[in-house]
């Protein structure tokens, strides 16, 4: 009888050589076994391959552009970066660089107020904002069949988040580009689902950390260290 040969799977978050001598990095590197760069040689021909179709080759362009252009003094030797530009600026400059002019702002109502103050800075750099709230609609949790004891306020007719009514709509609106935030985890991924346009995330849920799901993984090995035992 054949021994059939071990799939290892990637796992590149994992590997433990520095990224100086990662193969992903220098074509003089190495990578553990599993390495994508080195195990699956037919994915990574199809992938770049996939780069050939102007759309797709235009957008990775423009963002590979766009990223250089969030360092400052790249001509200094030898260089140490220096990240000079945040999120929401990087985001506008990417749309601007995109030809873009409507903009899509899908947002938690949670964070209604700082959707205001993303939509003013977004109409500030001239372009035409089309947003709409988690809630929008008012669709009953009934629909989807949540049980009384699973609503946040019970014993009321609670609204759904309807992320898929979020996306279609802004496909109705013919935006060019739609910008994320704060939608929860799962909402979000259905609104991936459904849109029709390239979309960005300015910022995830965290109902914790004030939006900042990093926060936790910082602290993972002293005040958080919770999240590595969740049974105990």
Known sequence: MSRQKKVISAACAACDISVPQKICFTDQGKGPKGCPTVSHPSILE?????????DVGSFAHMASVQEAACYANRDQQPYVMQPCKTRI??????????GYQRIGLAFCLGLAGEAKIVGEILSGHGFEVVSVCCKAGRTSKDLIGIDEEDKIFKGTDESMCNPVFQAMLLNHENVDFNILLGLCVGHDSLFFKYTQVPTTVLAVKDRVTGHNPLAAVYQADAYYRKIRYPDL
């Not at 199809?46 to 102007?54: F, P, R």
């Not at 600026?89 to 995109?98: L, Q, S």
């Open 89 to 98: 600026v990087e985001t506008c400059e990417f749309a601007k660089r995109m």
């Open 46 to 54: 199809a992938a770049n391959q996939a780069y050939e179709a102007s």
